[in-house]
């Protein structure tokens, strides 16, 4: 299941057979008949749409809040970001089954893989309420580094995707909300506090099977945190942090203050 989603590449079609699998797997756990987890050999890339063009950072379109267009260019780059995040939820599915977990974590993947999916639904409908589409724009090409750099590191991958990368989102997404609510467009802001909603429980899994893995090996959670993603990602990480929705979601200030390239406000004191 998982591979078929990753080797889907339009992107509608993508989601559409991600939501399908996950009814499937969550309907054959209710039955209690689960589906086997299986192995299966995950493509080092998935397969993505002939659009959008994926172009160098600095040459995807400008996201200025302030004009149409500029948000259009937002709305396009959090849908790619979504869609990137379907194929990395299929792909830890798959990639890592060697490592033997409890049906729990399957369940969690699937569940945030289908969010994921929603998510690309909903700001695809956003964006062809604006007469755009998702591919009428450049988009970054970066998105897929994270999982290839851990591609054998499961641990890695866990402290680099959910925990700092979606936990990145519950930083930027309350911002975006404003821009949108500025704008009256009613229609974004709803979709965009589904997805926020939602993502806190992401980061929650992260952080939950990360502190998993580490009991199983009696390692300390927060060194092999630290370590793990100045081995995996490149640069600090950025304040202002959400501390509030972090916390919500499993993640203390110490996992990531002095991963930081600032000191935390209150250490003044
Ligand atoms: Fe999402
Ligand atoms: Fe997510």
């Given at each position: 299941m998982a591979v078929d989603v990753l080797t889907t590449a339009d992107g509608r079609a993508k989601t559409a057979l991600s939501r399908d699998y996950a009814r499937q797997w969550f309907a054959a756990r209710e039955a209690g008949d689960p589906i086997a987890i299986g192995d299966a050999q995950p493509p080092l890339h998935p397969s993505r749409p002939e659009k959008p063009e994926l172009l160098n950072p600095r040459d995807v379109p400008r996201r200025r809040p302030g004009s149409a267009q500029g948000r259009i260019a937002i709305l396009h780059s959090v849908a790619h970001i979504e869609l990137n995040a379907v194929d990395l939820h299929w792909d830890i599915i798959a990639r890592f089954t060697d490592t033997k977990m409890p049906m729990g974590f399957y369940d969690d993947w699937v569940k945030a893989a289908d969010e994921e999916s929603k998510h690309f639904n909903l700001l695809c409908d956003c964006l062809e309420a604006q007469g755009?589409?998702?591919?009428a724009m450049g988009a970054h090409a970066g998105m897929w580094r994270a999982a290839e750099d851990t591609v054998d590191d499961f641990m890695g991958r866990l402290a680099v995707v959910p925990m700092v990368l979606e936990a990145r989102g519950l930083d930027v997404t309350p911002g975006m909300i404003d821009i949108f609510q500025s704008a009256k467009d009613t229609q974004t802001v709803d979709a965009l506090k589904v997805i926020y909603a939602e993502e806190v429980g992401h980061v929650a899994y992260g952080s939950k099977w990360f502190h998993f893995l580490c009991g199983r090996h009696d390692m300390d959670p927060k060194e092999a945190f630290h370590q793990l993603v100045r081995k995996y990602f490149h640069g600090a990480l950025k304040p202002p942090f959400n501390e509030e929705k972090r916390a919500e979601a499993g993640l203390p200030p110490d996992f990531y203050w002095p991963l930081a390239d600032k000191l935390p406000p209150h250490s003044q004191n």
């Open positions: 755009s589409h998702y591919g």
